[in-house]
């Protein structure tokens, strides 16, 4: 079946620490998309990789397309980073249907 | 800077009655899509429409649903005799291209209550 998996399901942290967040994939994918939803629901794009790492301020993510494996790294958290992240990737080369992860709930105490 | 919207933020409907969820994309963007989230569950894929045609759709999406683009601006998701079971967050999104190449843009959402 194919599936997007994502490690932990809820993560609690304090200000300031380093939090990383797993995702793993059962089929080739072209590239992976990581998302962040807030508290109220909306839906914002945080990357977009094929290969390699992405950095975007204090964020930075990994894919190794071999292990079928990303990472989303927040590096110095902070409470306003407390939304839950989700990994998506259109399972296969040739298609736009987007698999979803079931997320990851940070919250950030201060 | 450019953003997806749509309307409305919240519809209420009655089992058995027609909704229309609309959404305006980007407006250079090219592909669009459908997504709906229940309450506590993952995000699932309903359409993908490309061309003014759909260019993938997912087991969800049944001759209940049904998309359109009637003029060169709105998207919209028409779900004819609602069930209960429809009661969900809609996400419309949007993409200059396709998505293993770019990145999508979502619109904020509509929670559509079937009663």
């Known amino acids: 079946k194919n599936e997007v998996e994502q490690s932990p399901q809820n993560l609690t942290a304090q200000e300031g620490e380093f939090i990383t967040i797993n995702c793993s994939y059962s089929?080739?994918?072209?590239?992976l998309h990581w998302l962040q939803q807030h508290p109220g629901g909306g839906i914002v794009s945080l990357f977009m990789?094929?290969?390699g790492k992405k950095k975007h301020g204090r964020l930075i993510a990994t894919i190794n397309i071999q292990e079928k494996h990303s990472s989303l790294h927040i590096t110095a958290s902070h409470p306003r980073d407390s939304a839950v992240y989700i990994c998506?990737?259109?399972?296969?080369?040739?298609?736009?249907?987007?698999?979803f992860g079931t997320g990851t709930r940070l919250q950030v105490f201060p | 800077e450019p953003e997806v919207t749509q309307t409305p933020s919240h519809q209420v409907t009655q089992m058995g009655q027609e909704v229309i969820l609309r959404c305006v994309p980007i407006?250079?963007?090219?592909?669009f899509y459908w997504y709906r989230q229940i309450l506590g569950q993952k995000v699932e894929f309903l359409v993908s429409?490309?061309?003014?045609?759909?260019?993938?759709k997912s087991e969800i999406f049944d001759d209940q649903f049904s998309v359109e683009r009637p003029d060169g601006s709105n998207f919209t998701l028409k779900i004819r005799s609602t069930k209960l079971e429809d009661s969900a967050m809609y996400f419309c999104?949007?993409?200059?291209?396709?998505?293993?190449?770019?990145?999508?843009?979502f619109g904020p959402g509509t929670r559509l209550t079937v009663t």
């Open positions: 998506a990737g259109p399972l296969g080369y040739n298609t736009d249907k987007l698999i």
């Open positions: 407006s250079n963007h090219l592909y």
């Open positions: 999104a949007s993409s200059k291209g396709q998505i293993k190449t770019y990145e999508q843009y």
């Open positions: 089929v080739g994918i072209s590239a």
């Open positions: 990789l094929s290969s």
């Open positions: 429409f490309y061309n003014n045609e759909i260019s993938e």
